[in-house]
Nanobody, 125 residues
Framework: VQLQASGGGLVQAGDSLRLSCAAS????????LGWFRQAPGKERAFVAF???????????EYADSVKGRFTISRDNAKNTMYLQMNSLEPEDTAIYHC????????????????WGQGTLVTVSS
């Protein structure tokens, strides 16, 4: 499976963007997925996580910095994961990557493989 993030762009503070992470070469159905971001000069940081769809639905987790502003979701039928980003702030400026959880903690980038090429989000003040 290969993942490709898209949907980034240049926006103003307070605006919204929706990022997509499309899979090819296989299905995302059996993967828990995550969004990470990397700002210039900083390490890759956890943004959001979504589990596989179980009998009780999905569970999600967010970094404190994006709680209440970002929403992660998935559409297995479309083989795509999304990140709805509202009330964007200049501090959200980064390259956003999606990845599939392999093993370990959901908030550590080392737990993920199948990294997709990122998409740049730039938020101006």
């Amino acid at each position: 499976v290969q993942l490709q993030a898209s949907g980034g762009g240049l926006v103003q503070a307070g605006d919204s963007l929706r990022l997509s992470c499309a899979a090819s070469g296989g299905t995302i159905r059996n993967y828990a997925l995550g969004w990470f971001r990397q700002a210039p000069g900083k390490e890759r940081a956890f943004v959001a996580f979504i589990s596989t769809i179980g009998w009780s639905g999905v569970w999600t987790e967010y970094a404190d910095s994006v709680k209440g502003r970002f929403t992660i979701s998935r559409d297995n039928a479309k083989n795509t994961m999304y990140l709805q980003m509202n009330s964007l702030e200049p501090e959200d400026t980064a390259i956003y990557h999606c990845a599939a959880l392999q093993d370990g903690s959901y908030h550590s980038p080392h737990s993920y493989n199948l990294w997709g090429q990122g998409t740049l989000v730039t938020v101006s003040s």
